[in-house]
């Protein structure tokens, strides 16, 4: 199946300090991509969906102005938490839809574990 | 997905048939039934998808039911490298709303 990594796997920052997470389609060019949150013993949440060249589009309740999506290229989407807090540690996975595969068929990253101190 | 329930665990005994329910009785006639397992620290991998009709692929089956409000994941041997997660998701336009998730423990 199609691969999509994530950089960097897991992050320590201090609160107040602002974090990139990469998102990359390795083997083929992902016009959409989406981000989830993942608390731990809980399901994955969407957050939002990136759309390369335009705006992501948040999920009720998710702040865009605090989770800044960029979608530069088709296979690259950045997630940065700005101004993180304690309550911003998750584990946070992005997808990456492949216009080839069947039916809205999302290949998942590995994830990144942040830890904001 | 709050609407999207799932038993929160299930056990099997290796080689054994096991079938992993999901409720989803507010789903649209267009919603894909898609199904991810995710292994501790992993992202969710996929398992098998489908709309009306029930769905076989080399890891499992899908059934759905007539009225489409609830759908069945089987896998017909269970085997240790099946332990995860299992996600039943309701995939809306191209968006992907995840149920609450059947964490299945696999009995040698």
């Known amino acids: 199946g199609a691969v999509v990594s994530q950089h960097p796997s897991w992050v320590i920052c201090k609160s107040g300090t602002s974090v990139k997470i990469e998102c990359r389609s390795l083997?083929?060019?992902?016009?959409?991509m989406f981000w989830y949150r993942q608390f731990p013993k809980q399901s994955l949440m969407l957050m939002a969906t990136?759309?390369?060249?335009?705006?992501?589009?948040?999920e009720q309740g998710v702040e865009k102005d605090k989770f800044l999506i960029n979608h530069a290229s088709l296979t690259l989407s950045t997630l940065t938490v700005t101004s993180a807090h304690p309550e911003d540690s998750s584990f946070y996975i992005c997808s990456a839809r492949d216009p080839s595969a069947p039916q809205e068929t999302q290949y998942f990253g590995p994830g990144t574990r942040l830890l904001v101190l | 997905d709050a609407k999207t329930t799932q038993p929160n665990s299930m056990e099997s005994n290796e080689e054994e048939p096991v079938h992993l329910p999901c409720n989803h009785s507010t789903i649209s006639g267009t919603d894909y039934i898609h199904w991810y397992r995710q292994l501790p620290s992993q992202g969710p991998e996929y398992v098998i998808h489908?709309?009306?009709s029930n769905v076989n692929n080399r890891m499992a089956s899908l059934a759905i039911a007539e009225d489409r409000k609830s759908s069945t994941l089987i896998l017909h041997r269970a085997t240790l490298r099946d332990a995860a997660v299992y996600y039943c998701i309701r995939n809306t336009g191209n968006q992907f709303y995840f149920g609450t998730g059947t964490s299945l423990t696999v009995i040698p």
């Open positions: 083997d083929f060019q992902a016009t959409t």
């Open positions: 489908g709309l009306t």
């Open positions: 990136s759309n390369e060249g335009s705006k992501a589009t948040y």
